[in-house]
Nanobody
Framework: QVQLVESGGGLLQAGGSLRLSCAAS????????MAWFRQAPGKEREFVAS????????FYVDSVQGRFTIARDNAKNTVYLQMNSLKPEDTAVYYC??????????????????WGQGTQITVSS
């Protein structure tokens, strides 16, 4: 069982930067692939980025490539999402998710076993 708690959300202007954190409980964090998803009002939950258990492999949705960076610190049981050059269309609730098992290029929410409660990001123009 893994519990995930996101933090770092907020309100900011377009062009700004923000870093989200997701703290995980449990002693097996380093065996989970992790991901960030987001969900805007009236839209489906969307894949943003994922990272392998070791941190060596990362994937991004095209719309954030070059602006967002996913990272993890297995010693701290934490995964991060550094978001730069934010745009109004990045406004959403951001969720972290954990997947037990091999691989990290899973972009559907159904592939993930555990979810955080979400943190709101609002980007004004």
């Amino acid at each position: 069982q893994v519990q995930l708690v996101e933090s770092g959300g907020g309100l900011l202007q377009a062009g700004g930067s923000l870093r989200l954190s997701c703290a995980a409980s449990g002693r097996t964090f380093s065996s989970y692939a992790m991901a960030w998803f987001r969900q805007a009002p009236g839209k489906e939950r969307e894949f943003v980025a994922s990272i392998s258990a070791s941190g060596a492999i990362k994937f991004y949705v095209d719309s954030v490539q070059g602006r967002f960076t996913i990272a993890r610190d297995n010693a701290k049981n934490t995964v991060y999402l550094q978001m730069n050059s934010l745009k109004p269309e990045d406004t959403a609730v951001y969720y972290c998710a954990a997947r037990q098992g091999p691989g990290s290029n899973y972009r559907t929410p159904l592939a993930y076993d555990y979810w955080g409660q979400g943190t709101q990001i609002t980007v004004s123009s």
